[in-house]
C-alpha cells in the first residue's frame, strides 16, 4: 500500500495546492504595482474537476468457488471482467478572451484488488492519462486544439465487449484537432518502447575497474502516426443524425541489433559480443478504416458499424510483439480485418444493448496453417424492462467461437471453442436507462462450454470449465466526469 501513496502523493500535493495557499506562495501572489501599493496577481478561470470510471464483481460458483465463464477469443463479454477503476484529475485553465487549457492526469487501479488477494504492497497501477492540450490559440484558428503527453488516444467502442473496434491507440506524442463546421479533423504522432528484448536489451559489461556497469546494446522506438477524419450531419432526418468516419494508422520500427537470448547467462554475455551480435531487420505496417453511424440527439440511441484493416506491423497491436514472423525476420505480411457493431435502442420502459465482432488474423510466416492463425467472434444482446425509474430487469444473451487455421500440436485435432451464455440481471440504477450510472447489479448466468472449449485448459488447471457452469454475480459500475466515458 506504501507503494499506492508514494505514488499519489505528489498529485495530492499538487490538487491540494490549487484550493490551498501557504504563506509563502500566498506573498508570491501578489505584487507591487508602480504606486508601490500591493496588488493581486491575474490568474485564469477554470477549476479543478475530478472524475472516475470504475466496476468491481465478486462471483461464486454453483460450489462456492469462483466463477468466471471462460472466454474464447480476444474480445468476450464485460459481464465477468477483472475490477478496474480509473481516476481522472483534471484541472481547466480558462479566460474570457484568449487561450483555454486543460490538465489531464488519469490514474488506474488493476484487479484483483489488495483486499481481494490480500496483497498491499503490490498493487498493479498504472498512468493512463497524463498530458496537456490548449485550445483557443488565437483567431482565426480559434477551432484549433493541440495536445502533448501520454494517452489513451480512443473512439467510439462496443461497450458489452468492452472494445474499441477501430481507433484505440496507447501513446506518447502529440497530436492536432479542427473543427470545421460539421468537419472534424485529428492528427497524431507518437513514439513507445516496450520493455521486451524486441526493442530494449541492456546487459552488464566489465567496468573499466572492478566489477561491472550496464550496457545499452538495443533501443529501438516504435513510431505511430493516426489520422483521424469524421463528418457529422447532425440533423439528417428530425432528431436522428449521422457520422462517417475514415481512420488511419502508420507504425515504423528502425533496424538494431542484439545478443540472443541463448547466449546470455544472468545478463551477462558468454561469448565476446563482437561474435554473438544478431541484426533485426526494421518494420513497418498500416491501418485504414471506417466507422457510420446513426444517433438520436439527446437520447442514448445509436448504431455504430466498424470495418478495420491492419495490415503487416499494425496488425498486431501498437503494443504487441510479432510472432510468426517471416523468413525476413519481419511482420509482412501479416494481417488483421475487424468487422464491429455497436446499438443501443430505449425508450421509457424497455431498452436493448447489443454488440459483436467478426475477426480473421493470419501471421507473416503463410507456408502453413497455424493454430496462431484464426478466424473469431462474439455477439451479445442485453434486453432490459425499465421497471421503475431505479429499478432494471435485464437480461444477456452472448455467443463466442474461435475457428484457428492449424491442428492442435497436443492432440492433433482441430478445434474451435464455443461458449454460450445466459444471464439474468437485476440491476439498482441511479436513473433509467442502459447508460446511467451508478448501477449495482445481481446477475444469475449459466454458461455452455463444448469441449473444446473445456480443452483450451490443461488438464488439472483449476479455470477449466466445466460443460455446464452457473455462476451467482454481485458487481456494480459507475462513470463521472470521466475521460474515457
Excluded: C
Excluded at 501578489?30 to 477554470?46: H, I, L, R
Amino acid at each position: 500500500m506504501s507503494k499506492f501513496f508514494r505514488l499519489l502523493a505528489p498529485t495530492v500535493v499538487a490538487v491540494s495546492g490549487t484550493f490551498f495557499l501557504s504563506p509563502a506562495l500566498a506573498a508570491a501572489s501578489t505584487a507591487d504595482d508602480d504606486s508601490g501599493e500591493s496588488v493581486e496577481a491575474q490568474s485564469p478561470e477554470g477549476g479543478f474537476q475530478f472524475g472516475s470510471y470504475g466496476r468491481t464483481q465478486f462471483q461464486l460458483s454453483a460450489d462456492g468457488n469462483r466463477g468466471a465463464a471462460p472466454n474464447v477469443v480476444s474480445q468476450g463479454p464485460r459481464l465477468f471482467q477483472e475490477d478496474y477503476a480509473e481516476f481522472d484529475l483534471r484541472y481547466d485553465f480558462e479566460r474570457d478572451e484568449g487561450m483555454n487549457a486543460t490538465v489531464l492526469f488519469t490514474f488506474a487501479l488493476f484487479g484483483p484488488f489488495a483486499h481481494y488477494d490480500g496483497d498491499f504492497a503490490n498493487q498493479s497501477m498504472a498512468v493512463r492519462n497524463l498530458y496537456a492540450e490548449v485550445d483557443q490559440i488565437a483567431a482565426p484558428i480559434d477551432d484549433l486544439s493541440l495536445w502533448v503527453g501520454s494517452r489513451m488516444y480512443r473512439g467510439d467502442d462496443v461497450y458489452l465487449l468492452d472494445f474499441w473496434p477501430l481507433d484505440e491507440l496507447n501513446t506518447v506524442g502529440g497530436g492536432a484537432a479542427y473543427q470545421l463546421g460539421d468537419l472534424n479533423a485529428r492528427v497524431h504522432a507518437g513514439v513507445n518502447r516496450l520493455d521486451d528484448r524486441y526493442q530494449w536489451q541492456i546487459i552488464e559489461v566489465p567496468a573499466d575497474t572492478v566489477g561491472t556497469r550496464s550496457r545499452v546494446v538495443l533501443d529501438r522506438q516504435r513510431f505511430l502516426g493516426s489520422g483521424r477524419l469524421e463528418y457529422n450531419m447532425a440533423e439528417l432526418f428530425g432528431d436522428f443524425g449521422a457520422k462517417a468516419v475514415v481512420y488511419g494508422e502508420v507504425h515504423r520500427l528502425p533496424e538494431g541489433e542484439r545478443i540472443p537470448s541463448e547466449f546470455l547467462e544472468n545478463n551477462t554475455p558468454t561469448l565476446p559480443e563482437d561474435q554473438v551480435i544478431e541484426s533485426i531487420p526494421g518494420d513497418s505496417g498500416f491501418v485504414l478504416g471506417t466507422q457510420l453511424g446513426l444517433y438520436e440527439s439527446g437520447a442514448a440511441n445509436h448504431v455504430n458499424l466498424f470495418f478495420r484493416w491492419a495490415r503487416d506491423l499494425a496488425a498486431y497491436g501498437e503494443l504487441g510483439v510479432p510472432f510468426g514472423v517471416g523468413r525476413d525476420g519481419t511482420a509482412q505480411g501479416a494481417q488483421r480485418i475487424t468487422a464491429a457493431l455497436s446499438a443501443n435502442w430505449e425508450t421509457h420502459r424497455f431498452g436493448v444493448m447489443a454488440g459483436g465482432y467478426v475477426s480473421q488474423f493470419t501471421d507473416a510466416h503463410t507456408d502453413v496453417d497455424s493454430v496462431h492463425e484464426f478466424v473469431e467472434g462474439a455477439a451479445v444482446v442485453r434486453p432490459a424492462i425499465f421497471v421503475t425509474d431505479h429499478f432494471h430487469q435485464a437480461f444477456e444473451v452472448s455467443f463466442q467461437q474461435r475457428y484457428p487455421y492449424g491442428l492442435d500440436p497436443a492432440t492433433g485435432r482441430h478445434h474451435t471453442p464455443t461458449v454460450w451464455q445466459f444471464s439474468v440481471l437485476e440491476v439498482l440504477s441511479f436513473g433509467r436507462g442502459n447508460y446511467e450510472r451508478p448501477q449495482l447489479r445481481l446477475g444469475y448466468t449459466l454458461s455452455l462450454a463444448d469441449e473444446d472449449a473445456q480443452q483450451a485448459f490443461p488438464i488439472g488447471d483449476q479455470r477449466r470449465p466445466n460443460s455446464v457452469e452457473h455462476i451467482f454475480s454481485v458487481g456494480a459500475e459507475w462513470w463521472f466526469n470521466s475521460s474515457t466515458y
